[in-house]
């Protein structure tokens, strides 16, 4: 069922900053000052902490990284202006290349003024700007609503099997869907443009909104962005459907469901958006970094769409297709790394030895809490499978031999074990992306990786269906 999934849902509708209209702005590149130009939008920016500070840019978003639009050096102390030609609202960033940066609305305002610290310029303040005090407050709302309803979700989840409570819970979500819909329907009447922001977070509970969905997987795959209007060209200034799309790949990755149904999902939402345009580019982007997340097997699939649509001469761009050649080894189907770590009688282990038999490589931690808890269930599994050809090869991520042979012991793990003993320095976890553990990676028996990241029943039924018992 995906509404366990739901539970997981972590929105990023802060807005990442996300802009347009790169050519437009170079040709308002060295007009700082002239403030009084009623064609012009003067963005002043004073930085609390910036006497060290040369020079300060502004950006734009092409749905996988950020392009530069204006560099320029200070007035006075710690102060810049950006000059930009008047324009329909559009998202900008303004930072340091490679630092965090402020997502802020730019467009029909003459004189916003930003104030923000260079080492926390997200949390900058936009003064003399209607827009962003109104953007600010909206997306605090909706933040507010997905928090309540992920609460609802997890609540409902425990209690599905009590009728009772999760009738009640059902009542007290069909509240924040009733909230969401009157904060949609009173911006489509006061600004249609953030309307179609907050439409990208305007996802109904399956609860109290079926639709003629009989499960809970079809309802969000065809419902999730049912109140977005694909065809307002607003959305190319809206790069917050990378984020939308980030949630929607993301979820789907997690429901276990083919390679290809992923694939044909998220092909059929993106279809929405006119071929080629900014739209098009962010949730693309989006989709994009999920599935690398999760080294999913429709990363290069849809890095290669990527690259074909909008080509590879951005230095985002260059830096996906180079990312690609690096994922393309991490993901399903693919041969997985042959490595060569020590055991505790420092003896060499290579990946390759297992060859021939089904392996599932076990990254882990004497420390870490969730391992150990996940430790018997392994134990149990190696025992039903190991005579009919399933090895296990714990990768430890330990800093000292001693602590890491008493888990060993303690837990009872029979199988081989190796570690070079550098904590999250190890070399194997690096060469496997691992950025948390436990994480695991289940190969064939040709060393391929048939998935990653399977828990305690999802690996059960994944080699259930390996073994046939």
């Not at 320029?72 to 329909?88: E, N, R």
């Not at 997890?154 to 409570?165: D, F, H, V």
């Not at 200034?237 to 990378?242: G, K, L, N, S």
Request: hydrophobic share 35%; with cysteine.
């Amino acid at each position: 069922m995906i509404r366990n999934y739901f539970t997981l849902f972590i929105f990023s509708i802060v807005s990442i900053g996300l802009f347009t209209q790169c050519d437009a702005s170079k040709k308002a590149a060295g007009a700082a000052g002239k403030k009084g130009n009623s064609k012009n939008v003067t963005l002043t920016t004073i930085l609390t902490d910036g006497k060290n500070v040369d020079l300060l840019g502004i950006y734009t978003f092409d749905g996988i990284g950020f392009e530069e639009v204006q560099k320029i050096a200070a007035l006075g102390k710690d102060t810049f202006q950006f000059v930009l030609p008047k324009s329909d609202p559009t998202f900008y960033y303004v930072g340091i290349k490679n630092k965090q940066k402020k997502p802020i609305l730019l467009g029909q305002e003459s004189n916003p003024i930003l104030k923000a610290s260079v080492k926390n310029m997200y949390k900058g303040e936009v003064s003399n700007s209607p827009i962003n005090k109104e953007y600010t407050s909206m997306m605090t709302e909706v933040r507010s609503l997905q928090n309540e309803m992920n609460t609802l979700y997890r609540s409902y989840s425990k209690n599905q099997a009590n009728k009772e409570k999760s009738t009640e819970i059902a009542a007290e979500m069909k509240k924040v869907d009733d909230k969401k819909m009157k904060l949609l329907n009173g911006y489509k009447k006061s600004n249609p443009f953030l309307a179609n922001v907050a439409s990208l977070f305007t996802f109904l509970s399956f609860q109290n909104n079926p639709l003629g969905h009989e499960k809970e997987l079809d309802h969000f795959t065809n419902e999730y962005f049912s109140k977005v209007d694909f065809t307002d060209q607003s959305f190319n200034r809206i790069p917050a459907i990378f984020e939308g799309f980030k949630t929607y790949a993301s979820t789907l990755t997690k429901v276990r469901i083919a390679d290809k149904k992923v694939i044909e999902h998220l092909e059929k939402t993106m279809a929405k958006w006119e071929k080629g345009s900014n739209a098009h580019r962010y949730a693309m982007g989006g989709s994009i970094v999920a599935l690398q997340a999760a080294k999913h097997a429709a990363f290069p699939y849809f890095v290669e769409k990527y690259l074909a649509e909008f080509g590879d001469e951005s230095e985002s761009a260059k830096r996906l297709k180079s990312q690609m050649v690096g994922e393309m080894k991490l993901v399903k189907g693919a041969l997985a790394p042959d490595f060569a770590q020590n055991d505790p009688d420092g003896k060499s282990v290579n990946l390759s030895d297992f060859q021939g038999k089904y392996v599932l490589v076990d990254f882990w931690a004497s420390w870490c809490g969730p391992c150990r808890r996940e430790n018997p269930h392994v134990v149990k599994l190696y025992n039903k499978y190991h005579d009919m050809g399933f090895e296990v090869l714990g990768v430890s991520l330990d800093k000292k031999k001693e602590p890491w042979l008493k888990a060993i012991e303690k837990d009872k793990l029979p199988w081989s074990h190796v570690s070079d003993l550098k904590g999250w320095g190890n070399e194997v976890a690096a060469m496997y992306g691992v950025k948390s553990i436990p994480h695991t990676v289940l190969l064939d028996k040709e060393g391929r990786i048939i998935a990653r990241n399977l828990r305690s029943n999802t690996l059960a039924m994944e080699l259930k269906k390996i073994f046939g018992k």
